[in-house]
């Protein structure tokens, strides 16, 4: 699995946007971009997962620039409970591992 | 939704001991996984499972561990002589399909406390 770098923690307000933003400069033509959530004492969480250009769904939108060397998260309005670690992962199409690599993660701080 | 389930939530072993981690997968979902995250540090991949076998393993996952589906449901994770570096939460992940790019849903974990 390509290798993904991202911040090691963000604090935001409740109510502001948080875009999370993570390098992927080795991405794989048929590499998809997977983000998780993870709560404290809790597993990891599906969030968001694209290709190209722009996924949004109930919990975040994922922006992904032509070149896929990198790709965004973003939460909208977020909310004390939004408080949690995310994962960037890459990966995917020419492996049939199933394998999750998972790094060190962002850690959003939401304060009130 | 539906989801995965593991049991117990925690688990408190002496050293030397065997123990066994279950979880029930989601039930239309083909390929079971264990990761680990020791305290602190990043969730660690152990084991996918499909069609009865190991499809990968990890370093980590040495001789004193297993995996089993003993029935249609249930799918555990044996430790057979646990040392006190095993400690950590323990995750059970399904999916329908086994490539990378296919969600893993993931259960909230086993703590195992060895002492």
């Known amino acids: 699995l390509a290798k993904t770098t991202q911040p090691i923690s963000m604090d935001s307000y409740e109510g502001q946007e948080v875009n999370i933003t993570c390098s992927h400069n080795?991405?794989?033509?048929?590499?998809?971009i997977t983000w998780y959530q993870q709560f404290p004492s809790q597993g990891p969480r599906f969030i968001i997962q694209?290709?190209?250009t722009k996924v949004t769904n109930e919990v975040a939108s994922l922006f992904i620039p032509a070149d896929r060397k990198s790709s965004t998260l973003s939460l909208p309005r977020v909310s004390l409970s939004d408080t949690a670690v995310y994962y960037c992962?890459?990966?995917?199409?020419?492996?049939?591992?199933?394998?999750?690599?998972f790094g060190q993660g962002t850690t959003l701080q939401v304060k009130p | 939704e539906p989801e995965v389930t593991q049991t117990p939530s925690h688990q408190v072993t002496q050293m030397g001991q065997e123990v066994i981690l279950r979880c029930v997968p989601i039930?239309?979902?083909?390929?079971f996984y264990w990761y680990r995250q020791i305290l602190g540090q990043k969730v660690e991949f152990l084991v996918s499972f499909y069609n009865n076998e190991i499809s990968e393993k990890s370093e980590i996952f040495d001789d004193q561990f297993s995996v089993e589906r003993p029935d249609g449901s249930n799918f555990t994770l044996k430790i057979r002589s646990t040392k006190l570096e095993d400690s950590a939460m323990y995750f059970c992940?399904?999916?329908?399909?086994?490539?990378?790019?296919?969600?893993?849903?993931f259960g909230d974990g086993t703590r195992l406390s060895i002492l």
């Open positions: 694209g290709y190209k």
């Open positions: 992940a399904s999916s329908k399909l086994g490539q990378d790019n296919q969600p893993q849903h």
């Open positions: 039930s239309n979902h083909l390929y």
């Open positions: 080795n991405i794989a033509t048929n590499d998809y």
């Open positions: 992962l890459v990966g995917g199409g020419s492996s049939n591992t199933g394998k999750l690599i």
